[in-house]
Each structure stands twice: as C-alpha cells, then as structure tokens.
C-alpha cells in the first residue's frame, strides 16, 4: 500500500506497471472519412454545376456555341443588364413571371399550412379510424408528382374532364365547360394541384409538433373558460412557433422552385401560369440563350438566399428580444 496523501485538487497517482491507455488516432479521424463520401457528392452534385452556372452567365453563349461552350465570347454582366431591365422585353417578361411565382407561392403556402392545421388539429385527438385517415391524407404526399399532375390533368379537360361535370353538370356552379389548362382558370388550377400535394406534408409536420404540446395546458384553459377557438388561439399556435418557423420556410422552397408540376401540367404555361422556373427553362432551352437562362438562374438563387436569410435572421432577432 502506498503512504502517497493525494490532495483533493490533485490528479490520482499512476499505478506502476499499469499503462495508460490512450484513444486510437484513429477513431478521432473516423467521423470526418465518413463524411468524404457525402462532400464529394455535395460537390458533384451540388457546387460545381453551380459555378459552372456562374460563369456561363457571363458569357455569351447562344445557339452558336452550343457544341464549344467555352469558346464563347464572355459578355461580364451584360446579361444581368438584360435581364434585370424592366423597360425592356425579356426584363418585363422575367419581373412578370416573377410576380406570377409570388402569387403562386403565397396562395399555395397559406392554403397548405390551413388545411395541414385543420388536418393536425382535428385529428389530435384519439378516435376510432383516425389512424386510417391519416394514412388517406398522406396519400397525396407519397404519390409520383408525374402520376399525380397527369390525373389531375385528365380531371381537367375541358369537356371529359370530372372538374367541369361536377362544377357544371352537377352543382351548377359555372356556365358551360371552363377552360382550366388554357388563359387566366390556368393559374387556379396550379395552386389547386400544388396545394393538393403539399398540404399532407404540412398535416405530417404540424401532427409531430402537436405531440410535443402538452395536455395539461389545453385542459387547464377549458377549465378557465376557454373554447377552441382561443384554445387553439393561444395555446398550439404559440407553442407551434418552432414548427411553423421551419415548415413555412420549406414550403415557400418548395412552391418557388417547383418545376415538374407547371411543366407536366401546360408543357409550355400560358401567361398567367408563367413560373419563374419555367421562364428560365424557355429562356435556356427554346431561344438556346443559355447565358441569359444561367443568369435568371443566379438572380433567382440570390433571391431565395436573401429572403432565406432575411427570414431567419428575423426569426433569430424574435428569439432574442423573447
């Protein structure tokens, strides 16, 4: 036995013949090799074809240099100039365009979210076949976009199409049969498909963050005399915050970006439906200006970078003035 008095602050003496036993280097590097994979895909996939982008939106390429693209004459930010030019032809279309995917992406994110609270809400509560409806409204959700725009196509037309015998024939809602994939029923009818096949996701996300608000609360509130209404008012909105914080963001990515839906529903969108990214798909690959498409491109990714930042800098601000 040692006669050695350790004093409380002091390290335990080390036991002769005993090593210590030290954490392999490599372990330490083990988390960092399994991420490679994943940084070399993020930068094939992702950050190359980017910069790429960048830089052929400073040159001119057209029709004329398709087969050598590198050989085209660079143009610095003359087709930003073009684009950003309200008074001009392609800057007037671009700003419309714009506005068009604006209007679209509010109608679609606000009516998403409702139905997806309504959905969560009313289904929060345990019952008999509530787990079968939840399952029906996520079909919508786990459906092929291509499968799901092409039916709702077909439901579309103007004189087979189930739209029109029901509005029409049946409640007599309309006169005649509407056009819906042709002039301005056009833009009504994407919102209609894009909130059908976002509002399941809004109900999955919203249903998770109802588990985490407590029974308690909901239950003391009735008791002080509170109805649904103020209920729901005052006690799952606020606690939803973090939820809708995150939710509302990636629908509103979602909906801005979107390509498949506008493109399998019109092939070419009349003007009302005219959708950024199908603006920018026309300008690259039907007049073959892939400069100007590749500088849409950049002017629409600093636009959802700034509104992404900006909104969760606000977000942030809010936590801290809280």
Not at 201 to 220: I, K, M, N, R, Y
Not at 251 to 262: E, G, I, K, P, R
Request: aromatic share 12%.
């Amino acid at each position: 036995m040692s006669d050695t008095i350790t004093a409380p602050g002091d390290a335990p003496p080390r036991v002769p013949g005993k090593p210590r036993r030290r954490r392999p280097s490599g372990r330490k590097a083990l988390p960092y090799v399994l991420l490679v994979p994943a940084l070399i895909a993020e930068l094939v996939i992702h950050v190359v074809p980017m910069l790429v982008g960048a830089w052929m939106s400073l040159l001119h390429l057209t029709q004329f240099f398709i087969r050598n693209w590198t050989a085209a004459p660079y143009g610095g930010l003359t087709n930003y100039r073009v684009a950003m030019d309200v008074n001009g032809p392609v800057g007037k279309d671009l700003l419309h365009s714009f506005f068009v995917t604006v209007a679209v992406t509010v109608l679609v994110v606000a009516g998403a979210w409702l139905f997806g609270l309504a959905g969560a809400v009313l289904l929060d509560r345990p019952f008999r076949g509530r787990g079968t409806l939840r399952t029906l409204f996520l079909i919508p959700y786990a459906l092929p976009v291509f499968t799901a725009v092409i039916t709702w196509r077909f439901m579309f037309q103007r004189d087979t199409g189930m739209v029109n015998r029901v509005l029409s024939d049946e409640l007599h809602v309309t006169h005649g049969h509407p056009f819906w994939l042709l002039g301005g029923n056009s833009f009504a009818a994407l919102v209609i498909i894009n909130v059908w096949r976002l509002w399941p996701f809004a109900f999955l996300t919203l249903t998770a963050g109802l588990q985490s608000v407590p029974v308690d609360l909901h239950e003391a509130a009735a008791i002080d005399g509170a109805g649904f209404a103020r209920r729901l008012w005052s006690v799952t909105l606020p606690l939803l915050r973090p939820v809708n914080r995150v939710l509302l963001l990636v629908l509103f990515l979602w909906t801005f970006n979107d390509f498949n839906v506008a493109y399998i529903l019109f092939d070419l969108p009349p003007r009302s439906a005219d959708v950024i990214s199908i603006h920018i798909y026309n300008a690259s690959f039907i007049t073959w200006n892939f400069g100007l498409g590749s500088a849409m491109s950049v002017l629409l990714l600093a636009f959802l970078l700034v509104v992404t930042l900006g909104y969760l800098g606000t977000g942030r601000l809010r936590r801290r003035h809280a």
